[in-house]
């Protein structure tokens, strides 16, 4: 790059890292990880989430009794009010990249729009 | 937002604007939109392309006359210089805006790397 676009990234990155929703989730991680019950139903949740993401790269069907398995531990975890307020947390932030990407994709759809 | 990233992001926005990588795709659709040739090649070949996106969101199938169809014209676009150098300018600034998520994702993934 020509013209360096790293010093406003970086400037970016640390007004983000000041934002409410970024402050949410550091707060919301940390009461998940201060609470046992919470902390284990996430960790519960999170290992299904990746077996099962393993399973559909590799093609692989997954029995019904992982099946039940997974969308019982997915129940209990969303039924934390702790697991629930960080999950909330997380898509709040996400909803801020998304808008990151959304600002620098319009001058790239307004070229397009052109043709 | 307490903090706002806004001016930050506007600040970003403009020096993306103005990298190598923005403004070689901004010359190279400009060389196809000056080539008719190049440029009913590049319509053709993104008509097929949203064609095929409806149909997939469908769930519909492509009739075997639709898909040689499609990669025929997949093919003489891609044998295009012009339509070939502006979706290699694409993808490099599609990895700008992908460096930016990187940037913007890693002191999210430190908060779940400690959980
Ligand atoms: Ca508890
Ligand atoms: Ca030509």
Same mark, same amino acid.
């Given at each position: 790059?020509?013209?360096?676009?790293?010093?406003?990234?970086?400037?970016?990155?640390?007004?983000?890292?000041?934002?409410?929703?970024?402050?949410?989730?550091?707060?919301?991680?940390?009461?998940?990880?201060?609470?046992?019950?919470?902390?284990?139903?996430?960790?519960?949740?999170?290992?299904? %989430?990746? !077996?099962? @993401?393993?399973? =559909?790269?590799?093609?692989?069907? +997954?029995?019904?009794? #992982?099946? &039940?398995?997974? %969308?019982? !531990?997915? @129940?209990?975890? =969303?039924?934390?009010?702790?697991? +629930?307020?960080?999950? #909330?947390? &997380?898509?709040?932030?996400?909803?801020?990249?998304?808008?990151?990407?959304?600002?620098?994709?319009?001058?790239?759809? #307004?070229?397009?729009?052109?043709?």
């Amino acid at each position: 790059m020509t013209v360096n676009i790293y010093d406003d990234l970086n400037n970016l990155e640390a007004a983000f890292r000041k934002t409410t929703e970024f402050t949410d989730v550091l707060q919301t991680v940390e009461e998940v990880k201060a609470d046992n019950e919470a902390l284990e139903l996430f960790k519960g949740f999170r290992k299904i %989430q990746l !077996t099962l @993401q393993e399973k =559909q790269m590799a093609g692989e069907e +997954m029995v019904p009794e #992982e099946l &039940e398995h997974a %969308q019982k !531990t997915a @129940q209990l975890a =969303q039924q934390n009010p702790k697991i +629930m307020k960080m999950l #909330e947390a &997380e898509m709040k932030l996400s909803g801020v990249i998304d808008e990151v990407n959304r600002v620098l994709m319009k001058p790239v759809q #307004e070229i397009y729009e052109t043709i």
